[in-house]
């Protein structure tokens, strides 16, 4: 500290006195400042492993709960024992050898990342209805570990492949299978559930394609949707990618947007329909023309045209039939509409009476200033909290359950619950009216709400997060919890699902 | 002490010039690469491997923004406590909540575009805040200097 070497002596006070009071107000005030930091730092520190069963606070729907969730689902059945309980040999076997390395894409470029039997996006895994599928996931190389997470499929919960909910990441030399039964006919994807954050984007991921007996009674194309280093690609391969079908004929175009956030799809020029969403048929699907469909990340949409057509999505397109004089010239613009999904196709029976519910929830997204794991920044809370005292909603097998989706946080969020497709009920107090919206993967937008509804068929812990999966390691992860479910598996050390 | 504030002090607002700065790059680059057929939407804006010139600065904003200038500015304050300059602690608390209001508009200025515009004007503010903080500690040390340099002759 500077000081003038010789202090004016202004009296019989001692100067020394005053310079130790003035010091110790200066440490008071900088304690003042610093100690509620450093209480909030300490509080925010995540212990070294924990489980999912500990965190957060229990919300049983019905108005009660509130307090800690420790010992919530003790004594009770693990999720190693959900599984599928059929032995018999799987109907389709797969082996999927994850690996990172360096490799190129169908399209000629270089990307350092992750592949699945060498290639990313892994091999497409097609299934038909009924059938049972086995996938068995091994790890030669990537040095995090890995793990499969059956994007949009109700799987048994012991095959969701979320590390340290549902299995142990698997390590370098390890392997897991992965056994369940394609029950529903669709468009699904695979993809890493470990530090799926980094994963996920470098490529390791694949779709799964499940049919009806007979086929879709049209042909049948797959537009997997990645971005590469900032570049879109279609099926791993950047531009256009072409889909052999005859002048007149129907195709069916599995869009599936792997990455983070939303991204259009539109068809210049032409009409078509939107057959499904998140792997569910829409029920009487009209023809639309210059409107584009927003697929967020995670969700697929199936998009039927009438070749020659072509399909544009943002950087990438699929060509479908005979192009000479389309594939020419700048791609045409987004069209300035959206199909909008509450209103499209016409109602059919749910299945369920949403009126009948037994539990509601709320998960309300917001974002606040603080310590996450003592790193300060802006995290994103769940219902006014912060990760990792987020809700734990909790229901019993056969509860139908609401919950209401609101984002106040500033940015729109991909919300992707797992093991469980639910519906549609109302955006913004509006009510849905066109065909059962099913879901898996829902665009909520900055100052959107959405109802929800869905029946708690399948135990289990499943979390509930956004697939902007960078938003998941910044906490906005809950879990829908059964009752009487528990975990032997742990967070943190190894398992770092987001 | 009050060599510390004022070197804090020029570092905020040497932060306002970096964070200026690292913005434009980035939106100039961002421009480039839409013109060699980058294709942006929320997807890509998103995917935290799209590359191009210029990319780093979004990231340097970010990191600046939200991390690095709060830092300086909570040790400005605390410096201010003990550096005696007059007025020290006022201004370091000016400039900490400035940046508190800088981060927040950065922060919600993604759903807001309005509070964008704020934003770039509340960097000047911020930027006058610690030049003043500064010239503050520099006044007194100045009036040090030539005191420390009287005394010196004094001495000798």
């Given at each position: 500290m500077l000081a003038p070497p010789e202090a004016p002596a202004p009296g019989p006070v001692a100067p020394r006195r005053r310079e130790r009071r003035r010091l110790l107000v200066a440490v008071a005030a900088a304690f003042v400042v610093l100690a509620p930091l450093a209480w909030l730092w300490q509080a925010s520190l995540l212990p070294d492993t924990y489980s999912v069963t500990d965190m957060g606070t229990v919300d049983d729907g019905r108005g009660g709960g509130g307090h800690a969730g420790h010992g919530v689902a003790a004594g009770g059945r693990g999720?190693?024992?959900?599984?599928?309980p059929s032995t018999a040999p799987a109907d389709v076997r797969v082996e999927l050898v994850a690996r990172a390395e360096t490799f190129r894409l169908a399209s000629g470029e270089e990307v350092t990342g992750y592949t699945l039997n060498g290639t990313s996006p892994g091999p497409a895994i097609h299934a038909e209805l009924g059938q049972l599928v086995e996938v068995r996931l091994v790890n030669e190389s990537v040095r995090d570990g890995a793990t499969l997470h059956w994007h949009g499929v109700d799987v048994p919960n012991a095959d969701d492949g979320v590390a340290g909910v549902t299995q142990d990441a698997v390590p370098v030399g390890g392997s897991f299978t992965y056994r369940f039964r394609a029950d529903q006919a669709g468009t699904f994807w695979y993809h890493a559930h470990q530090v799926s954050h980094v994963q996920v984007q470098r490529g390791f991921l694949g779709a799964l394609v499940v049919t009806p007996p007979g086929g879709v009674g049209a042909t049948d194309a797959l537009a997997l949707v990645h971005l590469y280093g900032g570049m879109r690609t279609v099926n791993g391969r950047s531009g256009e990618t072409r889909v052999d079908a005859a002048p007149g004929e129907r195709v069916r175009v599995r869009v599936v947007n792997t990455d983070n956030a939303p991204m259009s799809a539109w068809v210049p020029g032409a009409m078509f329909r939107m057959l499904a969403v998140d792997g569910t048929e829409v029920h009487e699907p009209g023809e639309v023309r210059d409107v584009a469909v927003e697929v967020t990340g995670g969700a697929r949409a199936d998009l039927e045209v009438v070749a020659p057509a072509r399909i544009e999505l943002g950087g990438a397109s699929v060509l479908v039939g005979e192009q000479a004089a389309v594939s020419s010239g700048p791609p045409a613009p987004r069209p300035v509409g959206t199909l909008d999904l509450l209103t499209y196709g016409t109602p059919a029976p749910l299945g369920f009476d949403p009126a009948t519910a037994t539990r509601s929830f709320d998960y309300v997204i917001g974002r606040s200033p603080g310590f996450l794991d003592g790193v300060p920044g802006m995290w994103w809370t769940i219902n006014g909290h912060m990760y990792p005292d987020v809700p734990m909603f909790m229901v019993a097998e056969g509860d139908v359950v609401r919950m209401r989706l609101e984002n106040r946080s500033g940015e729109g969020h991909p919300m992707h619950l797992h093991g469980h497709h639910a519906v549609v009920l109302s955006r913004d107090g509006v009510p849905a009216t066109g065909s059962p919206w099913w879901i898996d993967s829902l665009e909520v937008g900055d100052g959107e709400t959405y109802e929800i509804a869905f029946v708690a068929d399948n135990p289990g812990i499943w979390i509930d997060h956004c697939h902007n999966l960078p938003h998941a390691v910044e906490g906005l992860v809950a879990h829908l919890m059964y009752e009487g479910v528990t975990t032997p598996y742990r967070l943190g050390g190894p398992n770092t699902p987001e | 002490m009050k060599a510390v504030y004022r070197v804090l002090a020029y570092l905020i607002a040497l932060e306002v010039v970096i964070q200026a700065a690292a913005i434009a790059y980035a939106i100039a680059g961002l421009g480039t690469w839409i013109q060699e057929g980058g294709v942006l939407d929320a997807a890509a804006m998103e995917s935290e491997t799209t590359e191009f010139t210029g990319v780093a600065g979004f990231m340097i904003h970010g990191i600046n923004g939200q991390m690095v200038v709060p830092l300086i500015a909570l040790l400005l304050l605390i410096c201010s406590f003990f550096a005696r300059v007059p007025g020290g602690v006022l201004w370091a608390v000016l400039v900490l909540v400035t940046v508190v209001v800088q981060v927040l508009l950065g922060i919600f200025g993604h759903g807001t575009p309005l509070l964008g515009l704020i934003h770039g004007a509340v960097a000047f503010v911020l930027f006058a805040f610690a030049v003043v903080a500064a010239r503050k500690a520099e006044a007194v040390l100045g009036g040090l200097e030539r005191t420390s340099a009287r005394g010196t002759a004094g001495v000798a």
């Open positions: 999720v190693d024992s959900l599984t599928e | -």
